[in-house]
């Protein structure tokens, strides 16, 4: 059975950071290609970033780019997520997911997702 667990989510005011971590188990962490996704309330959830399963590739959506940084640990079945210059419109339940499906944006490409961390941005 996989799973999927996000933790490193808090309360932080604008300008400050986070680091999130997802750690899996039940499937080849490094086979996978590892994605962040958020979903504010009221708003569909929505694609961040995510890490090639080799961790040579990152792909970015505009709102992370120069601010977020992922990063993984195949050792330790980890991927990390590094939010910078935080803004209080990141505030969202952010997902950890995997995929092999190579360089995917698409949610719908990702079969195994975590519970979510809250991340709360104030102003």
């Known amino acids: 059975q996989v799973h999927v667990v996000e933790s490193g989510g808090g309360l932080v005011q604008a300008g400050g950071s986070l680091r999130l971590s997802c750690t899996t188990s039940g499937l080849t962490f490094s086979r996978y290609d590892m994605g962040w996704f958020r979903q504010a309330p009221g708003k569909e959830r929505e694609f961040v970033l995510a890490?090639?399963?080799?961790?040579?590739?990152?792909y970015y959506a505009d709102a992370a780019k120069g601010r977020f940084t992922i990063s993984r640990d195949n050792a330790k079945n980890t991927v990390y997520l590094q939010m910078n210059s935080l803004k209080p419109e990141d505030t969202a339940v952010y997902y950890c997911?995997?995929?092999?499906?190579?360089?995917?944006?698409?949610?719908?490409?990702?079969?195994?997702w975590g519970q979510g961390t809250q991340v709360t941005v104030s102003s």
């Open positions: 997911a995997a995929s092999l499906v190579r360089g995917s944006y698409s949610a719908e490409q990702y079969p195994y």
């Open positions: 890490l090639s399963w080799s961790g040579q590739n990152t």
